[in-house]
């Protein structure tokens, strides 16, 4: 039985994974990166990349993730989606559906998401999601989805103790890393079959905590402010502005006000 706090090994996770392809590396630059060469060498769905520690580990608006060692998920899945375009934000839900679901047995009714990509605990990033399609011509040839996961970060004294947190900060039990990255990549499995589905979009507006609020939206350098009224279904974020005008954001961030 190995110890739940050990650091990951091919042997642990092939134990952990059965026979799903993957790849591990203690260390390398950026899941997101080796998941692409390896989509891009012909990789199957389902296929996953996993590291302990990154060196050029990305997140949103060019931000660096990384986490100590033993104390995160960070993995990148690749996903063959038969999907137009106009459905890839859908692989964002995906993957934070994914990991609010597992998360909630654990933390019962302290998990949310953040629109677009964040899955919040107690109001603070637990996780993150980033994905990064992969085309050929007009054809979409693979979706990376690329998940970091906060288990036990430490988060004191830093600049983002308000911010971020981690699993084992909530349930204050030791996790298996093993059990719960199996368990995630079921749930992706699951909803990556059903991307066209409307139970994805219903699932993750349902978790959404930011529906009626007022907030701003900071998109290509410009914000604005206005009530959430809701998700489009391609997973836009309908705001109102205060001249009563609807905005569909595709991306952006948003920060709360009052
Ligand atoms: C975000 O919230 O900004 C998205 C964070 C995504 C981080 C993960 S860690 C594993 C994978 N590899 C990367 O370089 N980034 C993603």
Redesign the pocket.
């Known amino acids: 039985m190995p110890d739940p706090d050990d650091l990951f090994t091919d042997a642990r996770l092939r134990d952990a994974l059965g026979a799903r392809p993957f790849r591990f590396e203690p260390q390398l630059?950026?899941?997101?990166?080796v998941?692409r060469q390896w989509a891009i060498d012909g990789a199957p769905s389902g296929s996953v990349v996993l590291?302990e520690a990154?060196n050029?580990?990305?997140?949103?608006?060019g931000?660096i993730?990384s986490?100590p060692l033993g104390t995160?998920l960070?993995?990148?899945m690749i996903l063959r989606p038969r999907v137009t375009p106009d459905r890839l934000p859908r692989l964002t839900m995906v993957g934070a559906v994914a990991v609010a679901e597992i998360l909630e047995p654990l933390a019962p009714g302290k998990v949310s998401l953040k629109w677009p990509?964040?899955v919040m605990l107690t109001n603070r990033?637990v996780?993150?999601?980033?994905p990064e399609a992969i085309w050929q011509g007009n054809t979409l040839s693979a979706v990376i989805l690329?998940?970091?996961l906060n288990v036990r970060v430490d988060f004191t004294d830093t600049p983002l103790a308000d911010k971020a947190i981690s699993l084992e900060t909530v349930t204050d039990t030791l996790i298996d890393r093993a059990v719960l990255l199996n368990t995630l990549l079921h749930r992706i499995d699951y909803w990556s079959m059903r991307v066209d589905e409307s139970v994805l979009l219903e699932t993750w507006r349902a978790m959404l905590g930011t529906l009626g609020q007022r907030v701003t939206v900071y998109a290509a350098g410009a914000g604005i402010t206005g009530q959430v009224a809701g998700v489009d279904d391609n997973g836009a974020l309908i705001l109102q502005d205060d001249d009563g005008i609807l905005h569909h954001l595709l991306a952006g961030e948003v920060t709360l006000r009052g």
Request: no cysteine; hydrophobic share 35%; net charge positive.
């Open positions: 630059g950026s899941t997101n990166d998941a590291t990154q050029t580990g990305r997140g949103r608006f931000r993730w986490a995160a960070l993995m990148s990509n964040d990033k996780a993150g999601v980033l690329g998940i970091g």
